[in-house]
């Protein structure tokens, strides 16, 4: 038990921040129509590409050929993840953006 | 670097560290914006360049400005900055071409794949951790390796690996590379390998720290990589997005677990708001189609094909293409409604040939658009939008089915399950109480399919065998434009 509350006072500041992220990340998007839940998603998933910041500390204090070879590896993943993930809802939404242009 | 000791607390200041955290905060308040206006239409595009710039601000203000406390208590940035340009540069140069050079139907798949590489990126980064930590506690001797760091690491690895391999499995299916395994002992496979999973990470997490001793680390990273494809391996193709999605958020999660590691807000507020809007996105997409999320991941879909009433020995009828010409053309209102088959044939650029042609002839066509037709949300949205369709053309599902009455031709183009009436006529049948656009309701019905087969709630469809019903068999783009030139020649 003393192991659990000191647990929630050493990192109360991140317990935080967790808490109310998701609070947010709910109430962001709450409303958005079905049309985007498509783009949403991609976009969504280029943002948690946000892993690659983990990839590359990784990567800053690799000391070894083989986490050398595994922190590369990570870091071109990361990378994947958040080129392709903005470029193809860049994509997905430009086809949006054409028919506005329409409507006006 | 000084030690800086206040009255409440004692951290450590340096200008590259005010600027770093600073830059985070930047990145989490574009994050937060981005994803606020990806979910309105008008500001959506705009709303991921927002998001964009706050992942570039935050990876270039760690390469700069990161600094991590060395063993002997000192900090020392960035180091191998040549190799991670260079692994950054590939990685851009692979992501872009993949994700230009793709086409609007593999959308979705690719959503899945660059999915996968963050997850595998989040178990990587965890498996490089693992060591590192357990040299450092058993230095420190201490009893059991039970703390938030260790903690982080192996969720981290469990949930980056469960992600990495079930977006691979959804990558393959959407690509159909890979088919649906439906067998009901995988139910319990699932469930056993889950409480396995949670079971062993608490079981290292008692363990005493051993220098150097990793096999754990290996075994967790196999058992999460084997659960992430049973996992997906049994809910069919059609719920695929739910599954994209919801993996999609356990991404989210393994990267906040890294930001939990490392102290690094960006990434936690950025993987915390994927994971809960994430969730909340997977939430929404089961209520379109009026399923739980539950019955997704247990794969009711399917297996399921006694359910029903047996078709037996009905007939379906088939249309001439001239009188399908005949048809159209001395309509007043006609409806297409498209389905996965439109996007499989590339058809989209002859509908809007069709609508054109049937407008010269004072024929009214509109598209009725159900939420989950296709293998995305808003997949027949931009699909017809490529094929430059006017979006008020574009009608959602309640409206078109407030005008079915006065439709005199309906077209359906490969869709099956959204417009089966045993969504509403059937309680027995798995869709039953999904909504569904009501084709036969209009005048007439034109079904455009490749054969008899059933979608992919893999159930019967009566509508086929309606009175009203008529059967065009074919390739949806060949049928098509076969039927265009018959309109011309009239």
């Not at chain 2, 000192?74 to 230009?100: D, E, K, P, R, Y």
């Amino acid at each position: 038990m003393d192991e659990i509350l000191k647990f929630f006072l050493e990192y109360r500041e991140a317990i935080f921040i967790i808490i109310l992220s998701i609070f947010l990340g709910i109430e962001v998007i709450s409303h958005v129509p079905s049309v985007l839940h498509t783009p949403l998603m991609s976009g969504a998933n280029a943002i948690h590409g946000v892993v690659i910041i983990g990839a590359i500390i990784v990567m800053g204090h690799a000391d070894n050929v083989l986490s050398m070879i595994l922190g590369f590896i990570a870091v071109i993943l990361g990378t994947l993840n958040v080129v392709g993930g903005f470029v193809v809802t860049d994509r997905m939404l430009e086809m949006f953006k054409k028919k506005k242009k329409k409507q006006l | 670097m000084e030690t800086i000791q206040t009255i409440t607390r004692t951290f450590e200041f340096s200008e590259y560290i005010s600027i770093l955290e600073i830059s985070y905060i930047l990145a989490s308040i574009l994050f937060i914006l981005g994803l606020k206006r990806l979910s309105h239409p008008d500001t959506a595009r705009n709303g991921n360049l927002w998001a964009a710039a706050g992942m570039g601000l935050a990876i270039l203000f760690t390469i700069l400005f990161h600094k991590t406390k060395m063993e002997d208590g000192s900090f020392q940035g960035i180091h191998n900055i040549g190799w991670i340009v260079g692994a950054l540069v590939i990685g851009s140069i692979i992501g872009w071409l993949i994700a230009m050079k793709v086409k609007m139907t593999a959308m979705p798949q690719m959503v899945s794949l660059f999915n996968g590489m963050g997850g595998a990126c989040a178990a990587l980064i965890s498996m490089m951790e693992f060591p590192r930590m357990q040299n450092e506690l058993a230095d420190m001797q201490v009893a059991t390796m039970m703390n938030g760091e260790s903690l982080a690491i192996l969720l981290g690895l469990m949930i980056g690996g469960v992600s990495f391999a079930g977006s691979m499995i959804a990558f393959g299916k959407l690509d159909e590379r890979i088919g649906d395994v439906k067998s009901p002992a995988l139910r319990y496979i699932n469930i056993s390998f889950l409480i396995i999973l949670f079971v062993f990470v608490i079981f290292i997490m008692f363990k005493t720290p051993v220098a150097g001793e990793n096999w754990m680390i290996y075994t967790l990273a196999a058992l999460a990589l084997i659960y992430g494809v049973t996992f997906v391996m049994p809910i069919g193709g059609a719920d695929m997005p739910v599954v994209i999605s919801l993996l999609n958020s356990f991404t989210g999660v393994a990267a906040a677990m890294g930001g939990f590691l490392y102290n690094n807000q960006a990434m936690l507020t950025g993987g915390i708001l994927v994971g809960s809007s994430g969730t909340i996105l997977t939430i929404l997409m089961c209520k379109a189609m009026n399923r739980s999320l539950l019955n997704v991941i247990i794969g009711a879909f399917g297996g399921s094909s006694a359910a029903g009433p047996a078709s037996g020995d009905k007939s379906v009828k088939e249309i001439s293409m001239s009188d399908a010409a005949v048809l159209l053309s001395y309509s007043q209102k006609v409806l297409v409604v498209p389905g996965y088959g439109l996007a499989v044939a590339q058809a989209q650029h002859l509908c809007h040939e069709l609508e054109n042609l049937l407008a010269t002839k004072g024929v009214e066509l509109k598209y009725g658009i159900h939420p989950v037709a296709g293998r995305m949300p808003g997949h027949m949205n931009v699909l017809l939008a490529e094929a430059d369709v006017a979006y008020e053309k574009l009608q959602e599902m309640e409206d078109s089915n407030n005008e079915m009455n006065n439709t005199d031709v309906v077209i359906v183009v490969g869709a099956n399950d959204v417009v089966n009436p045993a969504a509403e006529e059937d309680p027995s049948s798995s869709i039953y109480g999904m909504p569904v656009i009501k084709v036969w309701d209009a005048k007439n019905t034109i079904i455009m399919k490749r054969s008899m087969a059933k979608g992919y709630a893999a159930i019967e469809n009566n509508l086929f065998y309606m009175p009203k019903s008529r059967m065009l068999f074919g390739d949806a783009k060949a049928t098509l434009q076969k039927l265009v030139s018959e309109i011309k020649n009239l």
